[in-house]
């Protein structure tokens, strides 16, 4: 619970520094938002993204040292990606960097416990759990990878500028056979396999659903990329169920999965792009 809340913490201080780098853009593009309309003043959100990377620190210190390492890797790619890397070309890597590094960070007060009980006993378990959390890792990397890449093409002008069908048909095709081959590795890792499957396929067979109705329009504006990465954002949620339901189980990955109840209620009134 530590580091669920260290992690709240974190993300918060990013959106409050990603809304300080942005005030003087946002006067001109997004008035209303609460520092480019004046209703907040730019030392109260300094304070209050200090004190929330501040909280998220705190956690990471009562936990582990590599809890504490991780934590401030963290802080310095959120600030490093709202200052410069948001609008440039490694903005997808940064943002594909910094989910999978907080899924890593879930696990880090498991390492020196999992490392205290392998101690001169079999070490396959050690090694499973590592695999095991790569394979998460990287699939959560390859899904935000892809949707902050389309994230650019989220307005009218962007859009424009970007390859119709074609591309945006290319992108899911590579983004879906990476997904497919990182199925087949989980399935051959993950202790229980059939649940596995069950959740990667219903997360599979949305994602393709989400997109073919997308890129099968002749025309398909800036509206239908918004759709499709405000899809995918819920859509993380299913797809860290399915590895959590292959290493926990069954009721473990259905708490996982029942999250994206609130979130899509949530995502109604509350801008998620």
Known sequence: MLLVFSSIFLYIGGMITND?????????????????????????????????FGMGMLLALLLTFTSTIIAISL?????????????????PFFMGGIRSLNIVYGASFNFELLNIQNYDLDTIPLYSTYVNLSILAVAVFVHVFT???????????????????LELKKIFRIYFFLLIMLTFLGTLFLPNKSLFLAYSVLFLTSITVIFFNRTSKKNYGHMDIRFLVKSMLVLLIPLDASYIAGSGGLYM???S????????????????T
């Open 20 to 52: 300080l780098f942005d005030t003087n853009r946002d006067k001109i593009e997004r008035p209303n938002r609460p520092l480019s309309s004046g209703k907040i003043k730019k030392p109260t959100a300094i304070s209050l993204a200090m004190l929330f």
């Open 75 to 91: 802080i310095v790619m959120i600030l490093l990606y709202n200052f410069k890397m948001k609008n440039g070309s490694l903005r």
């Open 147 to 165: 949707l902050t890449l389309l994230s650019k093409r989220e307005t009218e002008i962007e859009n424009k500028q970007f390859i119709k069908s």
């Open 253 to 255: 990955g259905l708490l």
């Open 257 to 272: 999965l029942g999250m994206i109840i609130p979130c899509i209620a949530i995502g109604k009134k509350v801008s998620m």
